[in-house]
């Protein structure tokens, strides 16, 4: 009978801090430059140039520190870290190993068996390294220092998972509190949010941690799937085996569905941590937690809570827009402009993820305004454009944020209200089609809406559909029919 | 000794001898319009071509850009928009100091065709003021020795004598002010490198308070040591080359912000009522008994204006050598990881792989001297020996900053000899690292707590070999060197090389 | 000599900082270390327990910089002095296999 085995799994997390500048220097963090444009003699590593930091950085590793329940430092230091790569441009990282600024904490995870604790073992700085990109055509390799220098922070739990739902909840929790801190916008496929798993398994029972494993190159919820999978099977088939698993760094290929080890015989894995003489230790005073302790928005939990509370809105609905700060904030404000949540809220769970599907964009990257949203909702309420011109509306509000009144206005989108016009056009569309007039009158009720259709098109969509509706009744039956 | 002869060709109406004065002279000449910044560029540049063939000062000497700068500081000057006391005055610059345009090699191969993209901040500060970049000087590399011939560049011979070293690592620079190759330099200080061969040249060094002169563009050695610092003719340009450069600068953390900057104030001749302690350590075994009577005879001047010199023991001398040079590898052997072939500097490019290429590189790249710190410094911060190694240093340091600070609450000034001997003669020091370390006692712990130091001349030795005097003050007490040296300076009666009473070169 | 220092040190200490000593150097940096870490171990008379490691002299502390963009795109200068580039990129043997 085979063995029953337990995965036990720590997770090392990268996040990329929303800052405008680097860490030690004033070059920006922007994505897309050409290589090497946004660089300096710091983040390049020319000689004598120094490190000076961005406070921003420390401001928003601390609201991620204290928002994960973390004991802060309050004398917090950056060291060295010493290993040679091309990426690396001082062929020193500079991190916090001594000293990092939070530690201790923990986040709470909903899981099968119910509400479950994560560890946080410590939370430091550092800088992110340069872009390595592989010439095929020379056979050499390419070095862009644009990232070099980007804030990191790195928040290393405790080994406290077991499973890869688990370890997914844990990066859900951990992504959506460090979104609503607006300290990153945490996209893993982009790499501002990276997770190295640390993998060990044991036989169920046993109080002893296994020899673990580090995997590396997880950029997808599925790679750290898959990943864990593969890692707790070789682990378990080299036990089988009577094998021994050795402590290493493996790079986890998702194409291939297998991992490697990472590190050759060249590097020694004895970084030489010392602190760093060209900084001067961080000290965050108790006035300075308190301030960022009140700054503190409300986190999605509590957010939900509320939501159910306040607003009548489906649970599902409440799911996607709280699962973005910016969904929810957008939904809270445009709710209070309007004061109908349940349209806002319609809005959001249709047309809005159905562009940011279409245009493969995130939550975070919405960009319109919830006054022009109110406005739009204002508008189809008044039956100055009907359904189908929202949404043509909706479309120019999501892609350039334009005023809906504006460019109704401009664009001559607003319904027809001028009766006399929509009654000569509707008798033309009747002395048009004579024989949908006569399936009409001979009972078949489905010729009404090819009539309506006909006149929505003459009018080139700029009636209310139930006006024309109502018009041809009357016309079709030679009386008028009672007014709603 | 004394040499009056005038270069060639000095303008007929100009002062008759322009290498022959100090910076501040200058400065006064060009300011009276008796010469102008372009003459004295043109005198310096003068000497440089008769002297620099033997003593080898320079690494680079930017003959074309020296003499279109001191065009451009000239206009300015008679614009009106230069007044202040460097304007036109030639300058040299060791080599581990960035300029824009102007090659930086660190006396190392490794750096051989390096052009920094910007300017040390410290060297800002001085073209603000008017001076005038010459090139740059000689040096250990990477500031590491105590001769000068560990340049990859070859040997400076001290001006003295041809046969002896100028001392190091700032051998360069002592050696052209000491042979009047420029009227002032900078050079930095790590462990000795400003004041020992300012003692071996017979000239002023001073190394400032740490964090007085901003490191930005200071290829760093020690990054917790290092201080650039002024080699001058004599204190009063040394207080005048200090004022200027000695600012805030928010790109180097570990600046200061100081409001007492204004040094040339403390040009007083005055000691009255100042309390001198000298260590009995540095008075014993191993000080050349030569050195050792120039000293008391120091003392005595000051004695005579009216400072009270005794005695005292200053605590833990013997262990600021361990400590200095396990902290100061440490650091260098993470501060040079960065010099790899990849980003600037030499590269062995017929490596294989990416591994193969960094060992040429660095291997071929760099010395037996930084090698050897580099070894020793990775060493003792490697797994397993960081706490019994580096972070033992850090607590020795913490010590010997702590037996400072009660020497200097009974004291204003700590008096010793900057080195054990005059300069030794080239090819002696090198044989053995060890020895050669052990002549920075006297210099090093300097630097471990942080302190401002002054080497002064004050005699010479029977080989007629200059002797230094260094004077250590409290952190932020420069003002209390720079009055005290002057005052030494005005009775003694005597004036560093290059000016007009002694003239080093023979 | 107290401290031996091997050739496994020597080569260690070589892959750590990327140095490659030939036979004669490779002597010698093993004499001379162990004479350096012989007198080193000098500091090994004091008692510094109780005495905190001092990397900094001063108590500076909270030395910041506002999170303003002040770089500019001098990538040409960067570059300049490199030995080898390519497309605005520094050229480096391949780093993988």
Redesign the interface.
Known sequence: MSKEYETVIGLEVHVELA???KIF????TAFG?????????VC?????????????V?EYALAVGLAVNCHVNQ?C?FD?K?Y???DN????QISQLYLPICHDGFVEIETEGGLRRVGIHEIHMEEDAGK????EW????????NRSGVPLIEIVSEPDMRSAPEVIAYLEKLRMIIQYLGASDCKLQEGSMRADVNISVREAGSGKLGTRTEMKNLNSFTAITHAIEGERQRQIDLIEAGGEVIQETRRWDDARGDSYPMR?K???Q?Y????D???????ISDEWIARVKEREPEFRDRKRQRYREEYDIPEYDIDIITGSKRMADLFEETAALCGQPKKVSNWLMGETLRLLKEKSLDPEDIRFSPENLAKLIGLADRKVINSSVAKEVFQAVFEQDVDPEKYVEEKGLGTVSDEGALRRTIEEVIAGNPQSVEDYRNGKEKAIGFLVGQTMKAMKGKADPAGVNRILRELLQGRPLEQE | MTERAMTKDVKRDGPKDLCALSAAELGRAVRAGETTAVEAMEAVLERIGEREQLYHCYVTVDREGALRRAEKVQKQIEAGELTGPLAGVPVALKDNLCTEGMRTTCASRILENFVPAYTAEAVRLLEQAGAVVIGKTNMDEFAMGSTTETSYYGVTRNPWNPDHVPGGSSGGSAAAVASGECFFALGSDTGGSIRQPASFCGVVGMKPTYGTVSRYGLVAYGSSLDQIGPLTKNVTDCALVLETISAHDPKDSTSLERQDTDFTSALVKDVRGMKIGIPRDYLGEGLDREVREALLAAAEVLRRQGASVEEFDLSLVDYAIPAYYTIAAAEASSNLERFDGIKYGYRAQEAQGLHEMYKMTRSRGFGAEVKRRIMLGSFVLSSGYYDAYYLRALRVKAMIKKAFDEAFARYDLILGPVAPTTAPRLGESLADPLKMYLGDIYTISVNLAGLPGISLPCGRDSRGLPIGLQLIGDCFQEKKLIRAAYTYEQAAGRQAPGGKEEEAHV | MANVITDEIIEYVGILAKLELTGDEKEQAKKDMGRMLDYIDKLGELDTSGTEPMSHVFPVRNVFREDVVTGRDESERILSNAPGQKDNMFMVPRTFD
């Open positions: 800052t405008r500048t220097c004033g070059c920006s430059g050409a290589p090497n444009t946004h660089t300096c003699p390049t590593g020319m000689p004598g140039s120094l490190p000076v930091l961005n406070r921003q420390v004398l230091k060295r010493n040679f790569y091309p441009p001082q062929n020193y390595l990109i592989h010439d020379e056979d050499c390799s390419l070095v862009d220092y050759s060249e590097d020694a004895d030489r941590y010392f602190p003489p060209d900084l001067v230790p961080v000290w």
